[in-house]
């Protein structure tokens, strides 16, 4: 053997032993990470010392990931000891056995990067989690394979289908708990169940059971639910530490009491208590005051308390995923995001510092500087360009093509978890000239229905559902639905089908022989239509046919954050197309209370790539001349306003359009 042989041998042997060593040591540090209640003395124990949370709500699925460090080093540099977080199922198996855990839904490394930071964790794994999310984080696909199903129960379809993704999602918390080296100290178990009507204690017990299959013995789990008895006779399961959740107190003691009803020892914990409130589209913004939310902290934390806050929601616009419950228009619940300590572009509030300044009375605050702010720019105004209808653009939202169907589907049916689905019927036979009313009462949630693509209407679940019209032989009607979000909360999660769920009646006639277009409106591209249809759409008074609307935005050097200005607009999504396609989100500024949206900087990309910015106009585009035809990127936020109000009757009133023919 030559000495270079020795040499290296000895060096593997060397490095080998490192590695065992290191192992070792992992190992150890790790058998003694601990977590554990001390009921006696009513704390929690972390490494055999006494410990107090701090924490604050986060969710990665709202924050471009390209942020998450900067709003968890915002967090931790409040004094926060740890962050919260949902787990929503439908965003990660959007189809069944599809998964995906990539990119912007790579929890495990926001996880990672938490620790990273300094920050411990708790997890809300499900399978429901509210959260002001898309059908409570339950995949809608659910509902096509047994609409009959009971949710949140022991029915057998739902728990077939829960237990797999808990298999799949379970395991990977497994190695990121405290015992293990990793930063989560508990994981709760489903969330808020003493508020659903089902009260299913043997499903409360099976979800326990199937999280310490894959947790371990010495994972604490929690429940978190109303502070109150009736809620907690339903929410709790024994092996499963109890917690509430409350807004402002003056009264901490009155306000635990239900959670000494269930754990007479052990540490108080809120496990949401709200700087702010969410938003519901057409009401005005929700506030909740500064002065009353840190009396209210500040005694929290006096009395001992664990507290769990909304810190921070951040992007809740961003596509479909914005959370919406029909009731009767709940807005992608920005105002987390404007009257929390972070704003949804993670700028510093008065709140933050209020909260900091609280929280540095009972513990000593990170020597870091708060990050700042990031940059907005205003870009300006762009020239927006009609392109096509929805009709013009079918073979592009829907490239293979119809759905044939005697009567109406309901989106579930076709395959169709978010968005719009066009339906199509052709009137045949002989056909009196006289009105006859035109029934949508299974209208899930809105539609727009048109006649050779002319509008005539709006039709509402909670406003109008019928018509008075005349209809000819071969016209073609087009009846245009959007969902605008499955129900989240409630027993009316269990009725939750999308588009229309009614067969359609003209003159109390039903309509047979329907054509079911579901549509991705990100399919559609400036490039992907290969000619003009028309110049402009149709239109009836001031309401105009669906369409899309195109404008170029450059941006000159490194983008930054801004927010789009739409204002002159009525209702619809907005798209921006420039590397990729991203769905921004909703706009429905006659309504509000949201007028502007937030478009971070990895939205946009620098010249010379051009920035699509794309508008899908439902209603009204503010577009009967060139130099009105504009949307405006701005380096404000706009949360509380309406302004203006629509040219057309809004939905609560009867319509009696005058009827036009192409």
Not at 328 to 334: C, G, H, L
Not at 592 to 600: A, D, H, I, T
Not at 629 to 656: G, M, W, Y
């Amino acid at each position: 053997m030559t000495e270079k042989m020795a040499a290296t041998r000895r060096w593997i042997f060397l490095s080998c032993c490192i590695v065992c060593l290191l192992s070792a040591c992992q190992l150890s540090q790790a058998q003694n990470r601990t977590f554990e209640i001390d009921y006696l003395g009513n704390t929690f124990v972390k490494d055999g010392k006494a410990f107090r949370y701090v924490s604050g709500s986060i969710h990665y699925m709202r924050v471009p990931k390209e942020y998450w460090r900067d709003r968890l080093e915002k967090m931790y540099a409040a004094g926060l000891d740890a962050i919260q977080f949902y787990i929503p199922w439908n965003y990660h198996e959007p189809e069944i056995g599809q998964y995906n855990f990539e990119g912007q839904r790579d929890f495990v490394q926001f996880i990672k990067l938490a620790q990273e930071v300094g920050l411990l964790v708790l997890i809300r794994a499900g399978p429901y989690i509210c959260g002001e999310w898309e059908f409570g984080g339950f995949p809608a696909w659910l509902l096509k394979e047994n609409p009959k199903m009971v949710l949140r129960k022991m029915d057998p379809t739902y728990i077939k289908y829960v237990d797999t993704w808990m298999d799949k999602l379970l395991p990977m918390l497994t190695p990121l708990m405290y015992e293990n080296g990793g930063p989560i100290l508990m994981v709760q178990i489903e969330n808020e169940y003493g508020s659903f009507y089902t009260c299913d204690h043997d499903y409360m017990a099976h979800l326990r059971d199937k999280a310490r299959e894959h947790l371990g013995p010495r994972a604490l789990l929690y429940t978190t639910d109303g502070s109150g008895d009736g809620f907690l006779k339903c929410g709790t399961v024994p092996g499963a530490y109890v917690t509430v959740d409350f807004g402002n107190s003056f009264n901490p003691q009155k306000s635990f009491q239900p959670q000494r009803d269930y754990e007479p020892f052990g540490p108080l914990v809120n496990s949401e208590f709200y700087p702010g409130w969410l938003d519901h589209w057409g009401y005005p913004h929700s506030t909740v005051n500064l002065d009353v939310f840190s009396k209210a902290l500040d005694l929290l934390l006096d009395y001992g308390a664990n507290v769990n806050m909304y810190m921070f929601e951040g992007g809740t616009n961003f596509g479909f995923w914005n959370g919406a419950n029909y009731a009767p228009y709940q807005a992608v619940p920005t105002s987390y995001d404007y009257d929390a300590p972070l704003t949804e572009a993670g700028d510093i509030t008065d709140k933050y510092i209020a909260i900091r300044q609280v929280i540095s009375k009972y513990k000593q605050l990170p020597s870091m500087p708060i990050p700042k702010n990031t940059t907005k720019t205003a870009y300006g105004k762009v020239e927006m360009s009609f392109m096509a209808t929805v009709q013009d653009a079918l073979a592009t939202l829907c490239p293979k093509g119809p759905i044939k169907s005697q009567y109406p589907l309901t989106m579930e049916a076709i395959g169709q978890w978010q968005g719009f689905v066009l339906y199509r019927h052709t009137l045949l036979g002989d056909t009196p000239s006289e009105p006859k009313t035109l029934d949508l009462s299974g209208v899930r949630d809105r539609a727009y229905l048109m006649i050779n693509q002319v509008p005539q209407g709006i039709f509402d679940r909670n406003g109008q559902k019928t018509m008075n019209i005349t209809l000819k032989v071969n016209e073609t009607i087009d009846i245009l639905v959007e969902n605008m979000g499955h129900i989240g909360f409630g027993s009316e999660m269990n009725n939750n089908s999308k588009g229309l769920i009614r067969n359609v009646t003209f003159g109390g006639s039903i309509l047979t022989g329907w054509s079911i277009f579901p549509l991705t409106v990100e399919n559609f591209k400036p490039s992907s239509l290969s000619g003009i249809y028309r110049d402009k759409p149709f239109r009836n008074g001031n309401l105009t046919t669906p369409s899309f609307y195109v404008g170029k935005l450059h941006v000159p050097k490194e983008p930054t954050d801004t927010f789009l200005d739409m204002s002159a607009w009525g209702k619809g999504q907005n798209l921006i197309m420039s590397s990729s396609m991203i769905n921004v989100g909703r706009y429905w500024p006659y309504v509000g209370p949201q007028v502007r949206l937030y478009v971070p900087k990895p939205f946009l990309a620098p010249s010379p790539t051009i920035n699509y910015i794309i508008m899908f106009e439902l209603e009204q585009a503010p577009c009967d001349t060139a130099d009105k035809c504009t949307v405006e990127f701005v380096d404000q936020a706009l949360i509380n306003a309406t302004p203006h109000k629509p040219n057309f009757e809004r939905e609560e009133t009867k319509f009696s359009r005058k009827r036009i023919s192409v």
